[in-house]
């Protein structure tokens, strides 16, 4: 499939409840706590560094429609997915030479969205990990459309 415009994934943010200018800063301390205290619970602690946070300031809370059969989903909202998910993500963090932070999650398959302290994004699925784009239009229009990538070919 063809990537998206920048105007068109514009138009699919602004459909999904997103503004320019937006920003959920009173909401930022609860929604990065849950994730936070959930992976330290697990022994491998998350950090919401710059990146994430300003992600997760603009875009938390947002739902956008992923088309296809099944239907699908994608949630912009720090999310712990499964045991072990700090495990996995500690590993894929380990590989990438990157932290990373969960901010999102699609719906069907459970699988994690990640940021990295350069704003690339990744995904972790239950087939492994894929790499989305290198900033948040790259990741929005593969969310969207796809193809996703593997990620191997970003491991250090």
Known sequence: MLRMTADEVAAALTDAG???GRDIGAELPELLRVVTERFADEGHPVQPFEAAQDFVREFGGLRMVIAGTPPDAVGFTPHWIYEESGEDVA??????GQRLFPVGYEEFDGAMVLIDETGRFFLMHHTGPYFLGANTDEAISCLLRGPQQEAGKYFV
Do not use: I
């Not at 590993?91 to 990438?96: D, H, I, N």
């Open 18 to 20: 997103w503004s320019r």
């Open 91 to 96: 590993e894929l963090a380990g590989k990438l």
